[in-house]
């Protein structure tokens, strides 16, 4: 390794050499080398080109590199993205439902459409339930159930939707069965469909709901950081 080192060494250095004797004779006579010596156009020329390939791809391969370390980066923060949305804290994971009282429901989606109510916008009745609250959609959404399991008042959480707060009794519904209000149709066959699941008893109604109590459920202080995940999830 070190004789080839110091045998490129001596080439360049005779090379050089060379170069600075012709330049020095050119100056001097005033005779172009390239009269004197017409195969020297032709390697310099090829020198020349030589040079050239070799830091074309001298800069192909550096392109190459920058681009495998935007390639880790990006992938870097994709792990990162995902690891962080696989520990965000969400209405699932931030309490213990196992301590409340839970029931095997038949749930479905609604909407306070004509498909769901037989209404049309503009009917004076449109989208208020039947205890006199608007439908809403929101952390605590309004839904409707069989008002001898679950009264008017009652706060249900039901994974995957949230928390829903029974304010309507529905044509349909009989014995363990749920409707959880959508906005849209589209949105109840994107988000939900029909599903079996275990809801969990948060808190018994008394018969009674307003759209204050309604309100002042969904504007809770320590609850808007799971306000605002409903709010990204559901507008997506």
């Known amino acids: 390794m070190n004789n080839l080192k110091s045998g490129t060494k001596r080439f360049a250095m005779t090379v050089l050499f ?16 390239k009269t004197l010596f017409p195969f020297a156009k032709f390697k310099m020329e090829k020198e020349l080109k030589d040079s050239e390939i070799f830091t074309h791809q001298f800069k192909s391969l550096g392109i190459v590199f920058k681009n495998l370390k935007q390639l880790i980066h990006h992938e870097a923060n994709q792990s990162v993205t995902k690891a962080s949305a696989a520990t965000e804290t969400t209405l699932e994971n931030a309490f213990d439902w196992s301590k409340y009282p839970s029931k095997t429901v038949l749930a479905t989606g609604y909407t ?20 006199g609250v608007k439908v809403k959609r929101d952390l605590y959404s309004t839904v409707a159930a069989d008002l001898t399991i679950f009264p008017i008042g009652t706060i249900l959480f039901i994974p995957g939707y949230g928390y829903g707060v029974v304010a309507d009794k529905g044509g349909a519904i009989k014995g363990d069965e749920l409707d959880l209000y959508y906005e849209t149709v589209d949105d109840v066959y994107k988000h939900w469909g029909k599903k079996q699941v275990d809801v969990y008893v948060v808190q018994i109604g008394n018969g009674k709901l307003t759209e204050e109590q309604l309100q002042s459920l969904n504007e809770d ?9 409903y709010i990204k999830t559901e507008r997506k």
């Open 18 to 33: 060379c170069m600075a004797l012709i330049v020095t004779f050119q100056s001097i006579s005033g005779v172009n080398v």
């Open 112 to 131: 306070a459409g004509f498909e769901s109510t037989g209404k049309y916008q503009g009917h004076p009745q449109y989208g208020i339930t039947y205890s």
């Open 221 to 229: 202080k320590s609850m808007q950081v799971f306000r605002q995940q």
